[in-house]
């Protein structure tokens, strides 16, 4: 049985807590701990404390976290891109805590905020295509390729490309 997360939304407060987990998560030597990691394709700051206030106070994105015993063990952003449509993006687990059904809550939890809260009709997001393992544990969830392949946000070397998914919300 999987450990009970508390989902809720991230307040500015959270945000100094929340930033180091989403770090150890995707890069870095820690990251190596668990399975979701970025650590073999990119180097550097995955995201800052700045790009987090950002989406706290956008009233288009919702960013949940989770918390066991009150301690912060991950997130989920959602941002609504209209016309039905939500962006499901960095939905990390602490990487000592993975593979425990902590992502599937906070996953589950980020599609019922966009459809109840942003009345969205499906969900979108993109992985690095290269990351088999990941997008096939969303296809597990639903999650279905669409064919579409999108530059990556910034240039690297060698180049990435990510794959969209997409979820039709019930």
């Known amino acids: 049985m999987p450990d009970i997360v508390t989902i809720r939304a ?3 407060e959270d945000l100094p807590a929340l ?3 989403i770090e150890r998560a995707y890069r870095g030597e820690t990251a190596r701990q668990g399975w ?5 394709l990119l180097e550097g700051r995955r995201t800052d ?3 987090l206030e950002a989406i706290v106070a956008d009233p288009a994105q919702r960013l949940l976290i989770g918390e066991q015993d009150g301690v912060v063990i991950g997130c989920v952003n959602l941002a609504d891109k209209g016309d039905g449509l939500a962006y499901l993006g960095l939905l990390c687990v602490d990487p ?3 593979t425990a059904g ?3 809550q906070l996953l589950a939890a980020a599609e019922a905020c966009a459809r109840d809260q942003l009345g969205a009709d499906r969900i979108e997001m993109t992985v690095i295509d290269v990351r088999h393992r ?3 544990w969303y296809e597990r969830r639903g999650y279905v390729q669409t064919g579409e392949r999108r530059d990556f946000v910034f240039p690297v070397e060698p180049p990435l490309f990510m794959t969209v998914l997409v979820k039709r919300l019930v």
Do not use: F
């Open 19 to 21: 930033h180091p987990v």
């Open 102 to 104: 902590m992502g599937r």
């Open 96 to 98: 000592t805590l993975q």
């Open 36 to 40: 979701t990691h970025e650590a073999d």
């Open 49 to 51: 404390l700045e790009t």
């Open 10 to 12: 991230a307040t500015h």
């Open 134 to 136: 990941l997008i096939a």
